[in-house]
């Protein structure tokens, strides 16, 4: 194996795995969208959902046909707000945990 991996950084000794190469280079307009899209979908869920379990169950009729009782619609509306937060929570821990090892990575340097 190689003693150095091709970011350039010593990998310790031949029995070890050697690390990726990061990226570095520009995201793609896919990537840039597909990010974008990450970030949105969950906001613009919470920001759309009604307040209240009977608009959530109508909204539900006219978009499917399918009829709601009010319990369902509760948990249904609780379920997505656990849901579009728990994204947004997940998102938020996934970047901040990104800054800091790129931080870490370049303080090392």
């Known amino acids: 194996m190689k003693r150095y991996c091709s970011c350039g950084e010593a990998t310790g000794s031949d029995t070890s795995k050697t690390t990726a190469a990061q990226s570095t280079g ?24 009604p307040k209240c379990p009977i608009c ?4 539900v009729a006219i978009g499917t046909g399918i009829g709601l009782s009010v319990t369902v619609a509760t948990w249904l509306r609780t379920g997505l707000v656990v849901l579009c937060v728990g994204s947004l929570v997940y998102l938020v821990i996934n970047k901040l945990l990104a800054l800091y090892k790129r931080s870490k990575h370049f303080s090392k340097s």
């Open 26 to 49: 520009p995201l793609t307009f896919r990537q840039r969208i597909t990010k974008t899209v990450r970030w949105l979908l969950p906001g613009i869920t919470l920001a759309l959902l």
């Open 56 to 59: 959530l169950a109508a909204y």
